[in-house]
């Protein structure tokens, strides 16, 4: 049954892989829509979570780059941006 939010398509399968559908639609008590789309929404999830896996995993090696003289910019933020050590050659 069509919900207000999915929206009705249609694709080509296999008649093996169909018909395998169809079993396992009967065997869940289900049908072949609802069958796909728990399928769909596996490998889906699985690609986001394999993309945040690669995301924090470059965020881990960047770890420890910034300047660790500055332990807390938030509560020196007028120090930290404008003192003379942080002075470029072009501010002299």
Known sequence: MLTPLM?????????????QL???AEQRKSNVSEIIRNLLEKILAAEQNEKQKKMYAQLSKMKGMGNKG??????????????KSNETSHDK
């Open 7 to 19: 929206m009705r398509t249609s694709l080509s399968l296999p008649k093996p892989l169909y018909n």
């Open 22 to 24: 169809q079993v396992l």
């Open 70 to 83: 500055i332990t807390d910019a938030s509560t020196t933020i007028d120090a930290t941006l404008y003192s």
